[in-house]
């Protein structure tokens, strides 16, 4: 059972423009939401964090985006660089006090220069 | 400052066998979890030790166990490898917080033949 889901395997962006990274989950439970990127041959590197309290963050061209009702949350790069070509994990974690994060199985992004 | 360092990085056994992987959490965490990524899907949660406790076990059978020493480096162990068993294990190590970033290592990448 699949509870953190990225329905989109791969995106292909140009330079310079948006890329929207969707993720949707399934556990009204989940407390904190989190986004990785992952380049071949290293291990997940954290981009931007949500806590369930609020509906939007911003670090710089990152901005994530979460809507409680439809159990939603996405992740805007703008504008978009060659450099942000990776695969891209959002990650759930349940108020359970451990760092159990369900992770969903990732969008392969590519952006053209 | 280090970061998460793991060995080995890359490992080949056969059925049956047994593995393990190490795991050095940066300075300062003392929470280390394990992760289990299968080639096309996301990191999957095997164990979470804090302060050398047992945290989180996710759902993986007995053959997998893991514990955490005094100076918060960890060991996981594989008992009777299976060939389902290849895949790139993850440690992630965080600070005292409850929620927050995962810090991961660059993974030992196991191949069972």
């Known amino acids: 059972d699949q509870q953190v889901k990225q329905n989109s395997p791969s995106l292909s962006v140009q330079e310079g423009r948006i890329s929207i990274l969707n993720c949707d989950y399934t556990?009204?439970?989940?407390?904190?939401f989190l986004w990785y990127k992952k380049y071949p041959a290293e291990g997940p590197t954290f981009l931007i964090s949500?806590?369930?309290?609020?509906d939007k963050n911003e670090d710089g061209r990152f901005t994530v985006f979460l809507n409680k009702s439809a159990k939603h949350l996405s992740l805007h790069i703008v504008p978009s660089q060659p450099g942000d070509s990776a695969v891209y994990f959002c990650?759930?974690?349940?108020?359970?006090?451990?760092?159990?994060?369900?992770f969903g199985t990732g969008t392969r992004l590519k952006v053209l220069a | 400052d280090a970061g998460v360092t793991q060995s080995p990085t890359h490992l080949i056994k056969t059925r049956g066998q047994q593995v393990t992987l190490r795991c050095s959490p940066i300075?300062?965490?003392?929470?280390v979890s394990w992760y289990q990524q299968v080639l096309g899907q996301g990191p999957q949660f095997i164990f979470q030790?804090?302060?050398?406790?047992?945290?989180g076990r996710g759902n993986f059978p007995d053959r997998f166990s893991a514990r955490q020493f005094p100076n918060y480096s960890s060991e996981l162990n594989v008992n009777a490898l299976l060939l389902g068993d290849s895949a790139l294990y993850l440690c992630?190590?965080?600070?005292?917080?409850?929620?927050?970033?995962?810090?991961f290592g660059e993974g030992s990448r196991l191949t069972v033949l």
């Open positions: 992630a190590s965080s600070s005292d917080s409850l929620t927050g970033e995962l810090f």
């Open positions: 556990n009204s439970m989940f407390d904190y």
């Open positions: 949500i806590s369930s309290i609020k």
């Open positions: 990650a759930a974690m349940p108020s359970s006090g451990t760092y159990k994060y369900i």
């Open positions: 300075s300062g965490h003392k929470s």
């Open positions: 030790y804090y302060e050398k406790e047992e945290r």
